[in-house]
Each structure stands twice: as C-alpha cells, then as structure tokens.
C-alpha cells in the first residue's frame, strides 16, 4: 500500500479501504501505521460490498475495544496463503463470505459443532497460532427471519435456493435442527442439493401438520420443478450470490411468486434485488439479507471476544 494511501486510510474511515494477500504478505508494513491497529477482518471476492467493516467498528467503538476491522480482497486461489499469513499475525479472527466458506472448513485447525455441521465456516477466531472455525449464518438466519416475518423457521415450509454454497449448507442444517415443516433444497449442481437431503434426511422421518407433502425434497434449479413445489412453500431463501450485481436476474422467474410467500434474500444491497421486486409485483412480503448480517455479526462479535454484542449499535450502523 502506498504512502498516500495509508495516509488516507488513517484520517478518513479505515472501513472503506480495501487490503489485498499482498499486504498481508508485509503486514507490518502496510499496516505499522494505523491507528488503532487492525485485528479483525472480512475475507471475500468479491468484498467492496461487505457492510461489515461499519457493523464490526460501530460495535467495537461502542464497546470501548480499541481496535479496527477491515476488508480484504482474497481471490480463491489464495485464501490458503491468506490463513497462513493470519496465524502468525496479531489478529483476533476474521469473517469469510463469498466463496471461502466451504474451502476455509478444511483449512483451519478446529471446528466447533457449528462449522462441523454445516461443512462451512464464516467466522474464525485466532487463539495460539491456531484457527477455530465457526458458522454464525444458520443462526443468524433464524433471528433474521423471526424479526423480519415475526415467524419461527420450525413452523414453516421452507425453499431453499443456493443449497450447495457455504451459506446455503448452514441455513439448511439449521431448518433441519429447528425441524422445519419441509425443506426442499434447490441448487443449480443438482447433485450437491442431493447429497445435502440424504446427511439431513434423519431429521425429516417424522410426520408433521401440514399435509401429504414429501418433507424432505432435492430438486434442480429448474422452473418446471420449482413450479411444481411453490404451492406447498411458504418461505423462500436465496442463498447463491445471484442479486450481488444489479444486473443480476432473479433465481427464481417472478411469474411463480404468490400472495402467500415470505421471500428472504440473503443478498443486501443499496438497491432491490430482481427477486425482491419480483415479491412486490407478486404482492409477497420480502427481507433483504441486512438483518441477517446483523445477527450474524453479532454472533461472531460474541465468539471473538467472549461477550455479549452492542446489537443497538451495529443495527444503527446499518440503518436496519
Ligand atoms: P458460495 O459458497 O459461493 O455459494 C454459491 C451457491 O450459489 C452455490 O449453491 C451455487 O450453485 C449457487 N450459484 C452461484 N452462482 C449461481 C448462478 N449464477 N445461478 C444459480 N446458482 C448459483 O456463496 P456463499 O458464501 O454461500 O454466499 C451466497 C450469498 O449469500 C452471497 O451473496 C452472500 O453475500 C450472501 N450471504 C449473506 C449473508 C448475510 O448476512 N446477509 C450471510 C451469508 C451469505 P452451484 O453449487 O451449482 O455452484
């Protein structure tokens, strides 16, 4: 990083700058001069987006923890160095999104029940050179849903888009633990969808409330398919990246939407993703993923420093 810029980065917002493997590489350098120092971060490609940096700081001011959080541009095919480099540096831990969850998992040195469930890691925490992974999504997930919709995720007939991601392997676990009414896990590589529903088969072999309806279903991304689930669906999640650009089209055609859906797209943005407006043409209710992030990063700020997370604050930062 050059001269210039660290000089920006230490009297305007730290939180908008955007480090790279290469800094990590010298980090002492790239980073001797910032104050307070950097100890915890958000790995992901790609990361401008990430509004956890201003979450993350408004939580450690608010708690007096004079320290900062940043982002990194971490391209796949470095991510392995990019741990390396963190378990000899002064880091408390970071955060991963977009696509690390599923690699970091057999990358770090521990996992707790969390990660080891989903496959999938969001949070990591550093203690004695060594990484401990954890997933705060599923969880986040479930308050998310429950302040969006004021419903609880067990009563609900979920369809799950994205189910062979990171983030999609926790939500499902979680509606799996939570014994949702149904879950049908729809992805575009069919085949993950399909060994996802056979590790959480044992927990949909009971019978519930509502009606013949198969439990537990795996299908392809596929309007045929799709069409023929929504009318036994209440809840559709997007969990694949599709809505991070607005260009983007929705992951699923608006034409199936109806009145009775509750949408929740884990994507935010400062604009409506194609599948959030294709709720309100449809008269649905629909969430963006802003209160997702929230709990999530709640959760993690929990894990890193072993106390309850300034929520008010972190929600204020995003204007939630
Ligand atoms: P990921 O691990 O890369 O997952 C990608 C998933 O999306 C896979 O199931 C993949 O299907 C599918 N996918 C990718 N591109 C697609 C396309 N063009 N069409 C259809 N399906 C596609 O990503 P992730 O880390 O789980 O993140 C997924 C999204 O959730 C990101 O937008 C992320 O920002 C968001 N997220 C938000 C929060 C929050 O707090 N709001 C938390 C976590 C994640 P294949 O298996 O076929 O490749």
Redesign the pocket.
Known sequence: MSCDLRDRVRQEQPTTERYTLADLEKWEEAAYDIDPSIRLAVFGDPVAHSLSPQMQNAALRASKIDMQYARFHIRANELRSALRFLRDLDFIGINL???H??AAFTQVDETDESASRAGAI?TIRVRDKKLIGSNT?GE?FLRAVRSEFSVDVRDLRVMLI???????HAIAWQCALENCERLVLV???YE?AQALAEHLRPYFAGPRVLGPATRLEAVA?EESALRIQLADIDLIVN????G?NPSDPS?IPARLLAPHHMIFD???GPSKTSLLRGADEAGARGAN?LS??LH?GALSFSIWFDREAPIEAMRNALAV
């Not at 994205?162 to 999609?168: E, L, S, V, Y």
Request: aromatic residues 4%; glycine residues 22%; contains cysteine.
């Open positions: 999104t977009v696509p969850k599923i969001n999504d986040g994205g189910a062979g991601g990171g983030t999609g992805n575009r590589t993950k991304l969990a694949t990246p599709l991070m992951p884990c994507v935010y993923g997702m992030l999530q």
